[in-house]
């Protein structure tokens, strides 16, 4: 009995047909998770796929709509604002590394609104709060504020944030 993975030709097989290697590597990267385009187009890249074969590939993937940049945006931003507490400048630092388009980009992140975007920053200092009860107050507003910059929140937003849970502290 053959199975699908055994009949995949090899990407490091130097003899083996680069459309079957191109469609192999992104098949192979999509089964684990989302990918980008031009995540998939590095990878065959860095496997020394030809520009115009990962192209087409890259192409009727895109038709049968196995790679969707759009789709991904979105779900990248709801996943990693809602799990992680990201705020938009975060967001849209880490879909530019993945190659997501700037518009494509622009319009996934304009979907978490400040509101959003202020109660994430809210729930994360409420969250690190209770680990600080022994801190004094300046050190508990630097350690939370700098935790908010990490997370993409600016420095308005952080402040404001910080001072509103420290002053509702019993």
Do not use: C, Y
């Amino acid at each position: 009995m053959t199975t699908e993975a055994s009949e995949a030709p090899d990407p490091a097989d130097p003899d083996a047909d680069p459309e079957s290697v191109a469609r192999t590597i992104a098949l192979r990267m999509l089964e684990r998770q989302p990918r980008t385009r031009l995540e998939l187009e590095r990878a065959m890249a860095r496997r020394d796929v030809p520009s115009d074969v990962a192209a087409a590939v890259l192409d009727r993937f895109t038709e049968v709509g196995l790679i969707d940049d759009e789709a991904f945006a979105q779900a990248w931003v709801d996943s990693r604002h809602r799990g992680r507490g990201l705020a938009k400048r975060a967001l849209s630092a880490e879909l530019r590394r993945r190659g997501v388009d700037e518009t494509v980009l622009r319009d996934a992140v304009a979907t978490v609104s400040d509101d959003d975007e202020r109660a994430a920053a809210a729930a994360l200092v409420e969250r690190k709060l209770r680990t600080m009860s022994s801190l004094p107050r300046d050190v508990r507003m630097r350690r939370l504020v700098g935790m908010l910059g990490r997370k993409g929140f600016g420095s308005g937003v952080a402040l404001s944030v910080v001072r509103e849970a420290l002053d509702n502290l019993p």
